[in-house]
């Protein structure tokens, strides 16, 4: 199984990213806060927000362990014999010691924007778990930051780092420049 994991602020473009490597290169996209709210609709959990997602991710680190989430993915991906992952929204450290344990079949990119960009994408997706007004926006990075210790040291930390401040154009010819360097064989 060879894995690439996203980490990146809110709005840089980690699905995006990861939706073109499953559309034009089979990968299948596995991410994070998925599998947070599936285990918390499995729980009967209603009303999901980011807020709650966070502090449900974070209840369930303390008890079973930082890495849970990590693990979860590769338990999912092993179990439905996937061959090909990218997994976006790795934000702990915890999380990417796990995923480093498969060596060099992980790969860890960091996408990344200037905050105005991500901001107006984050309007434009109008997702139930974003914000419209960007003080709340600012807010919510801030949150994140706290929270994730890989939020501000992800590009720091990556193997690759993609700028998305261009056309989506340019950001799929970073993904292929990342498959090229990377020369996977599956």
Known sequence: MKVIGLCGKLGSGKDTFADYLVRKHGFVKITMSDIIIKEMESQGI???DRIKI??????????????IWAKACIEYARKNQIRRVV????????????????????????VKADKETRFKRVKQRKSLKDVEI???FIRQELREAKLFDLYDACEELADYVVDNNQSIIELYARAEELLKNLNWQI
Do not use: H, P, W
């Not at 966070?54 to 890495?67: I, L, V």
């Not at 929204?89 to 990119?109: C, K, M, Y």
């Open 46 to 48: 209603k009303d999901i």
């Open 54 to 67: 966070q502090d449900f991710s974070r209840e369930m680190k303390e008890k079973y362990g930082k890495d």
């Open 87 to 110: 997994i976006s929204g790795i934000r702990d450290s915890a999380e990417l010691e796990f995923f480093r344990t498969l060596g060099n079949d992980f790969v860890l990119v960091c």
């Open 134 to 136: 960007f003080a709340d």
